[in-house]
């Protein structure tokens, strides 16, 4: 697995030009492979929350780790399916239950929900992840498995007829 920087986080900022919409597009798209649809989607409202997400390797196994602060862990789910890990969350905001006649002169705080997805390697070891929370951090584990363990090509033999 190669680990690539992120990409560049756009400023909050109404003037974008259309030349840095352009830039920012091609480079999501051609250089992050880590790149989620979901959090694409999630960032053409620029009030919307994407997490912060870590992404590392070692020689035993591979960390995500997500800033979210705020979010009940009760409110997140972590799933592997098909080799892909997705991380879910939702942020309720009491506020707006607490008083509705209040009148807003700022809200910043929101409430909503995200979803951002990973491609594991072949050499991930699905059913051995491990996730823990902490502070606001949301670690998870991915241990790798042996070299011996982990799938390999194999040469297909072609049928004359």
């Known amino acids: 697995m190669h680990i690539v920087p992120r ?3 756009q400023e909050n900022s109404s003037a974008m030009t259309l030349r840095d919409a352009m830039n920012q597009l091609l480079e999501d798209s051609f250089w992050d492979p880590w790149h989620s649809w979901g959090s694409a989607l999630a960032m053409q409202d620029r009030r919307s929350f994407v997490p912060r997400v870590d992404v590392s390797e070692d020689d035993k196994q591979i960390t995500v ?3 979210l602060p705020g979010y009940d862990p009760k409110d997140i789910d972590v799933t592997v399916d098909d ?3 997705t991380i879910q969350g939702h942020m309720h905001n009491t506020a707006e239950k607490e008083d509705e006649k209040k ?7 929101c ?3 995200f979803q951002q997805q990973f491609t594991l390697p072949p050499y991930a070891d699905e059913q051995n992840i491990r996730c823990s929370t902490k502070n606001g951090r949301l670690s998870i584990a991915i241990p790798k498995k042996k070299q011996s363990d982990t799938p390999k090509g194999r040469k297909l033999s072609i049928e004359t007829q």
């Open 111 to 113: 409430s909503g929900s």
């Open 7 to 9: 990409k560049k986080q």
């Open 83 to 85: 080799s892909v890990l």
């Open 65 to 67: 780790a997500a800033d």
């Open 103 to 109: 009148q807003w002169y700022r809200r910043e705080c």
